[in-house]
């Protein structure tokens, strides 16, 4: 009886490790992590955010706001093209910056980060929001 319960805590615990392992590695397929870092410059007209996003299979990434809050696609910013594929497909956070122009002023916007990955699925981070300036 007690080889019979030693023999079956292994198995629940090679269970339990193959399991973990398969979650962690379908991770790896996909965003790791993104966060809305913060906003800054703000100005009457436009802003800059800056974000930090992780993981693979990255299409593309950059910022949506709107005046409601809980921003979400399709009011969209993305990052230049000219940012290399390569910075978007790595386990190490990266830090990215967007400007988003053609605001109005003395407005609340509420803006945060997103990442779609190569099969569609959109990731957002965390909402931030912030005030344009006022006319003088």
Same mark, same amino acid.
């Given at each position: 009886?007690?080889? @019979?319960?030693? !023999?079956?805590?292994?198995?629940? +615990?090679?269970?339990? *490790?193959?399991?973990? *392992? *398969?979650?962690?590695?379908s991770k790896g397929n996909n965003v790791v992590s993104i966060k809305t870092d913060k906003v800054t410059d703000i100005t009457m007209t436009s $802003?800059?955010?800056?974000?930090? !996003?992780?993981?693979?299979?990255?299409?593309?990434? #950059?910022?949506? @706001?709107? +005046?409601? #809050?809980?921003?979400?696609?399709?009011?969209?910013?993305?990052?230049?093209?000219? $940012?290399?594929?390569?910075?978007?497909?790595?386990?190490?956070?990266?830090?990215?910056?967007?400007?988003?122009?053609? @605001?109005?002023?003395?407005? *609340?916007?509420?803006?945060?980060?997103?990442?779609?990955?190569?099969?569609?699925? !959109?990731?957002?981070?965390?909402? +931030?929001?912030?005030?344009? +300036?006022?006319?003088?």
């Open positions: 009886m007690k080889k @019979l319960l030693i !023999i079956l805590g292994a198995l629940s +615990l090679l269970f339990v *490790t193959t399991a973990v *392992t *398969t979650m962690n590695s $802003v800059k955010c800056f974000f930090t !996003i992780a993981g693979n299979n990255m299409a593309k990434a #950059g910022v949506c @706001l709107n +005046l409601t #809050g809980n921003p979400t696609l399709p009011s969209k910013i993305d990052i230049p093209l000219s $940012v290399p594929t390569i910075l978007l497909n790595s386990a190490k956070p990266k830090q990215f910056n967007v400007g988003v122009k053609g @605001l109005t002023w003395n407005t *609340t916007y509420y803006i945060r980060a997103y990442v779609k990955n190569n099969d569609g699925t !959109i990731v957002y981070g965390n909402e +931030l929001s912030f005030k344009t +300036l006022p006319k003088p």
